[in-house]
């Protein structure tokens, strides 16, 4: 039986790179045959990565069964999962985030999760001397992951080891991890071909604070004005994204990735509450800048409250 590795809904780099690393990994060195699949369209950058290393864009899914058995990467929590993920065989979880509770397994698995940025340096840490037989574009994934995740080590999630493996990977297939940054970064940067409700749940978690559903969004990019530019039209799609999707309320948050600040759209009281209360700023208008504020997982998160 083939093993599914995937990462969660709408994929980004790790989201999409990660599972095409361990299921080559799976199939090839500790002959398990393993697919990666997606829960989702990658994003922009994503797509990139998969196009600049000549990797094929693994099947969508949109559900599993009882029969599959399957690996977990990038998240452990269920709400960014398939529906009926539970029912599945779950074999292994390898995530980077915090243990959010909810998944069942019906035998005894492996579970990594581990304090680095990204989780394709767990796998590189797990892989070992086997990296070695890598081909160049599973490194260039692993690369790609990571100088995402980090956002080019700029975000405060980035460890040293993170960093180290990195310029590890860079110099084995003689890229400049700059010159290539900035390229994953235009890419991430191309929104114009996405519709409001799109970019609302490009990158997007939910959260609940006091009660409150949150969709909590985050766009990373290195041409912010052009998101910004679209402000009104993204906060009149808030209320429809919202109802759609289960939640009282979208945030959404432009990170500047060169200034390393991000802005808060403000569409209303309720987020004007949310953001004066968490990130102890005075809102003004409709939006509000963060300074210093790049990660949603370490920064965002863990500060909201109402």
Not at 60 to 66: M, N
Not at 145 to 154: A, N
Not at 240 to 255: M, N, R, T
Request: proline content about 6%; aromatic content about 4%; charged content about 25%.
């Amino acid at each position: 039986m083939t093993t599914l590795v995937f990462g969660h809904k709408s994929p980004d780099t790790d989201s999409t790179g990660s599972p095409l690393i361990w299921a080559w990994y799976l199939t090839e060195v500790k002959g398990t045959p393993a697919k990666a699949v997606l829960l989702g369209e990658p994003n922009t950058e994503a797509a990139f990565m998969l196009k600049h290393w000549g990797l094929t864009k693994p099947e969508i899914i949109s559900d599993v069964t009882a029969d599959d058995k399957v690996v977990i990467v990038d998240t452990n929590n269920p709400a960014e999962l398939p529906p009926s993920v539970n029912d599945a065989k779950i074999i292994g979880i390898i995530d980077h985030h915090m243990l959010v509770g909810g998944l069942k397994t019906k035998n005894p698995i492996d579970i990594t999760i581990r304090p680095l940025a990204c989780t394709a340096t767990i796998m590189h840490d797990l892989m070992g001397a086997d990296l070695a037989k890598a081909p160049r574009a599973i490194k260039g994934a692993m690369l790609s992951c990571i100088l995402s995740d980090t956002l080019e080590f700029r975000s405060p999630t980035t460890t040293p080891h993170d960093r180290a493996v990195a310029e590890k990977l860079a110099a084995d297939l003689g890229v400049s991890i700059h010159d290539f940054a900035a390229e994953l970064f235009a890419a991430k940067s191309d929104v114009s071909a996405f519709s409001d409700a799109e970019l609302l749940r490009m990158d997007s978690k939910e959260y609940n604070i006091d009660g409150t559903d949150l969709r909590v969004s985050v766009l990373e990019t290195t041409a912010p004005k052009v998101v910004l530019d679209r402000k009104a039209s993204l906060m009149a799609a808030m209320d429809g994204v919202a109802k759609e999707d289960g939640a009282d309320q979208v945030l959404l948050f432009v990170v500047d990735i060169l200034r390393e600040e991000a802005t808060l759209l403000v569409p209303n009281d309720l987020v004007k509450r949310i953001a004066e209360a968490s990130f102890t700023c005075k809102v003004a208008g409709d939006t509000v800048v963060l300074p210093g504020v790049m990660s949603r997982k370490k920064q965002i998160i863990p500060a909201l409250k109402m």
